[in-house]
């Protein structure tokens, strides 16, 4: 097939190179190849094309179409897995790489909105080797790895209880005459609700429920419980179980409902390894997992990486539409314009690039402070104890922010394709949707802004003590004014910082009043609440851009880069910074009074700068993230840039465009024409 | 059943009487009890239950389920016109009440993702009434009123020209001879694309296309195409017709594309009103049609009042659930509070009831203004044509600015409630698709931003000529810097009144700069781009919080209001003030640097009084809108707060729920945990 010429004229007049940019941002050549062989492989398998668009079908369709496939794809994944190492045993670095297959390009590309057993290889499984004891492990462990028998999720979220998980009610009652446990959803709002696979798929759940021993409460404990039959698949007596509903997004999931009545499983079926139940009822409480605070990290790291990936599929497709849209004169003897040309078009677009970038740079970052920290808490040193408030604090704000703005972005892309940006074929919609749920899960945003906003009042008070505060927030002590330099990022990320520290002195400022007129230390913390999440969100900024300009001078240093990669990159991170910096303009101004009219302005001219330099590489920008057509799954932006032509063909391609006339005609719309209305 | 006891409280404790409110806000007690007479008749009516949640369904499904409900719903309503008024004629006021019934609360509560037959009554009939000769009139008003036949669309878009209306490619050449007009779409990307129940219901068209006689281009007319047959709907020959699938909200809609091949109509259905072609293809230009532009604004006027609609379905849906969900404590000994009680819960959602309030207000003056000059154009005065472009760039920054925030809005709204506003169960993703498909259609955001820029700069230089200008924008020659007095909301005004003027001045500079560096006028304003918008915008925010602050002053003044609606109206209309104010912080302090840091603390401590002050009215203010249950369509928002027992009951309700066991495990996962993975 053809290319689009705008397209193919974009691509020959960039000056970078897109299969350069490709190898540095996928980690290497032999990472860049790999992906690519393992794409072609499964995206040219018949067993994996779509006859009809996954929007059309019912849900209950949906759910049947997604099985289907989910299962042809986990064989065919483990049987190339066993092709590359054939004495593939499991362990923690197996399961790793298997479940980043699951969530990474190749799953999104099979499985636009996800699938019911993805939280199988996730949430189930990691928690058997975070929780399990080694004769639990021993039990469950490989079974799960071959799904023998065993299909897992994991139950912790209730219709009533989401954040607040100490306010979870389901409950696990010890009988020491039978050692069992006995489990109940005593309340409507006890149910389970949301687990993944859980409504129709899952047999085996791990259930969080707060353990009580002779009426005596011990707090949360994880509980493994069949909930379906493994040879009917029937749900097993006392479970009510079944599916939530459609939702906004990820429809693939199968998320679902539980409710336990009198459910008996034998006591080992408790995970015991930081605390137990002795067979005469008697609780043990072992070390404090640590690890469990890791593992909030490492959530939401990955929820970083997930949401850049989807502004950055968003980015592309419509960057390639807005090449191939011609719309509106600027000069009224000439053709109509890429859209692309437009100022405005570009203000929309270029920005979101660049921020996806500055974003990868920087949960690339954290995942190595995260990874050291892992390290040293291994090796039980303090360095590791004492980093980890730092990490889990940057981890909320980074996810909480990044996750805003992304679906911020995400819809901005969208709207900037007009029309055809609204059509579920263009896959904004499912893109949306999961960048969208990620505000919510795996800690809500107000409330992750509120953790970190605690964690810099106590570094503030910290300063103002001189003590020696962690790096990421410094500069906090840093109490001098912005001096405007020659260099506009460094200048713009000061003032960010600025801002940031004034508003946690605000924020602190407004905890103490509240606190001398009366009110509880709690009391005065929520009405201080606009100003701490204000504080966090300023603190996310200052620490984004500041790192994203360290970092790619790091990578400067290392000579990782070629030299028109470097220049592109650099323009990303000034053009991101500069953005950051006009968008939170509002805060900006108000802790940084001494900025000029003057500086405003020549920021502002560099950012159109920026913009008219990015402009003629950004097809080659997009090309280089490498997301296959299968990726994107958008008539709008498949690489050959055949936007009508494939617009028309989904269209046709609708189910209800299989027939001439709809049976709708002769059942109701002709007796209305008949009787007359 | 019974109410939640939470929701009864609040009830029992507000100062504010709902029905009170609701009498005002439905126009009066006569209005309010139509309504609710009307609304009762339907939503009790058997025929209009739903036994499966539409989102279930498939989009096929979906569309034969629309049809045969809105076939059975048009008759009854007619009938219910009938009884009212049994001597009912077609006149044009008929057909606008008839056509406010379908897109006001009724047809939302019964379809809402609207419906195929909507676009009838609307765009169709109206094209024929301002746009055909009695000739043409006498012959299809009277049955398209009757749908005796006639099932019409509207044809103007196409897949590859939307916003830029000249470009449209679909033509239509005179043949003298057989004195037909031949219309043809000649290429992929003339497809007629977006019309609404196009794809599978309608079987006339009312088509744009180039007009061209003897190969000379007259422009743009209109022509009514028949597409389909009267008696079997088979597509004519000539005629390429289907749906375009489904979208990101108003699925109900069937909007289709349509290819047209040497498709011959008499002469006679050109809609000849404004210009003629005669036989002989003598084509005659008529008088421009001023009131085209009249249709424009009364389209985005209309628009206006769609977005506060949905904006405050989803603020009353948000508000109840907050006063139901109970999550974390703020006092650790007491239990979880309702999260409304939370002042950053208070800060999501209180200023999205006062931006929906007073964009009513705002929308009923501009309503006004409308037909005031639409009366005085009738008159020929010209007073009427001399406040054409006012009330033109008015429509278009008010439409454009009011779009993007309410969908804003509705988004943080659904936020707001965390996990369970991502379920389709829930509404809000119906309510944001409509509000979001807003923001593009009938005018393109960045598009009428830029229309009314063009004129503010227009205006700005006749202010430097010391000409009066129109009140709107009458600010513009004010050059008094801000003084900071006692009324904090009329501070905030002129602040914003100061920022827009000054964005307007550098949007002129920077289009004047540009030009003195040898680009043409067209590229200096593309390349002013991004100062133009932001001209639109300010001007936009200046406008809303002074005509809001306006209009409770007048009706006041009126003596409309009962003292507790006057209270809580003012205090509405000041916490949007100060809002937008501090929203739009970065554009104010860049434009109004003498305000201090004590003045901003002062706004943001009212801000914060505000929604104390509010607070206690909140759920009998949205009591007073008077949402009925089926037009929020919510789980989550019903008046009675049973919210955990719906999100169950609709759970149960999806087909996937009816078997114990989906036909996927025998047929997938059962194979596969036998084969072992």
């Not at 509002?586 to 402009?615: D, H």
């Amino acid at each position: 097939m053809s290319v689009n010429a705008d397209l193919q004229r974009e691509r020959a007049a960039a000056t970078l190179d897109s299969e350069d940019f490709a190898r540095w941002w996928a980690g290497g050549s032999w990472q860049l190849e790999e992906r690519r062989a393992l794409e072609r492989r499964f995206y040219e398998d018949p067993d994996f094309a779509e006859p009809v668009h996954p929007s059309c079908l019912s849900y209950k369709e949906r759910y049947e179409q997604t099985v289907a496939r989910s299962t042809r794809f986990l064989a065919k994944l483990r049987q190339w897995q066993r092709e590359k190492q054939p004495q593939l045993q499991l362990s923690v670095n197996m399961l790793r790489d298997f479940r980043l297959l699951l969530s990474g390009s190749l799953g999104t590309g099979l499985f636009q909105q996800s699938f019911p057993l993805r939280v199988h290889f996730s949430m189930f499984m990691t928690t058997l080797l975070s929780q399990g004891t080694e004769e639990q492990q021993a039990q469950w462990l490989n079974r799960s790895w071959h799904m023998d028998g065993v299909l897992g999720t994991y139950a912790q979220t209730e219709l009533g209880h989401g954040t607040f998980v100490r306010g979870l009610e389901t409950r696990a009652d010890y009988d020491p005459i039978t050692q069992e446990f006995i489990l109940n959803t005593p309340t409507q709002s006890s149910y389970k609700w949301w687990p993944g696979g859980l409504g129709n798929t899952a047999n085996v759940a791990i259930v969080l429920a707060q353990l009580y021993v002779k009426g005596k409460h011990y707090g949360l404990q994880s509980f493994v419980v069949r909930i379906r039959d493994e040879r009917t698949h029937e749900p097993l007596t006392g479970v009510d179980v079944g599916d939530i509903g459609p939702r906004l997004g990820g429809n693939g999931v199968n998320n679902g409902f539980l409710g336990l009545r009198d459910v008996r499983i034998p006591r080992n079926q408790m995970l015991m390894k930081n605390a137990q139940v002795l067979t005469d009822g008697t609780f043990v409480q072992g070390r404090p997992p640590l690890l469990l605070y890791g593992t909030m990290v490492y959530v939401r790291v990955i929820t970083l990486k997930d949401v850049l990936f989807g502004l950055l599929q968003a980015a592309t497709i419509a960057t390639r539409y807005s090449v191939v849209r011609r719309q509106s004169r600027i000069n009224s003897d000439q053709p109509e314009v890429s859209i692309l040309d437009h100022i405005t078009q570009q203000a929309k677009i270029l920005p979101q690039i660049a921020r996806g970038v500055s974003y990868r740079l920087v949960s690339d970052w954290v995942w190595r402070f995260y990874e050291d920290v892992l390290r040293q808490l291994e090796d039980e040193s303090t360095a590791g104890r004492n980093s980890l408030p730092e990490l889990h604090a940057l981890s909320c704000c980074l996810k909480a922010v990044a996750t805003d703005e992304a679906s911020e972005g995400v819809e901005l892309l969208r709207k900037s394709c007009g029309g055809h940006g609204f059509l579920s074929s263009a896959n904004f919609d499912s893109i949306y949707g999961l960048t969208a749920a990620a505000y919510t899960y795996e800690g809500e945003y107000t409330v992750l802004l509120l953790q970190t906003a605690r964690f810099l009042v106590r570094q503030y008070v910290d300063s103002l003590k001189r003590k020696v505060l962690p790096s990421s927030v410094s500069y906090l002590r840093d109490t001098s004014r912005l001096v405007w330099g020659k260099n506009l990022a460094a200048n713009c990320v000061r003032a960010l910082e600025i801002s940031a520290m004034e508003q946690v002195r605000q924020a602190w400022q407004t905890q103490k009043t509240h606190q001398s007129s009366k009110v509880s230390a709690e009391m005065a913390s929520n009405l201080a609440g606009r100003q701490l999440t204000s504080a966090a969100i300023a603190h996310a900024h200052a620490f984004f851009t500041r790192n994203a300009l360290e970092q790619v001078e790091a990578l400067r240093k290392k000579g990782d880069l070629s030299p028109n990669v470097s220049l592109v990159l650099g323009q990303l991170v000034e053009l991101f910074v500069i953005d950051t910096f006009l968008r939170q303009s509002g805060c900006v101004l108000r802790w940084n009074n001494g900025i000029t009219g003057t500086q405003l302005r020549f920021v502002e001219r560099r950012f159109e700068e920026l913009l008219a330099k990015l402009r003629p590489n950004a097809v080659a920008l997009v090309d280089g993230f490498d997301f296959h057509d299968r990726v994107l799954g958008s008539t709008l932006g498949c690489h050959d840039g055949r936007v009508y032509e494939r617009l028309m063909e989904e269209a046709r391609r609708n189910p209800v465009n299989q027939e001439p006339v709809n049976s709708s005609f002769h059942n109701h719309l002709l007796p209305m024409m008949r009787g007359k209305l």
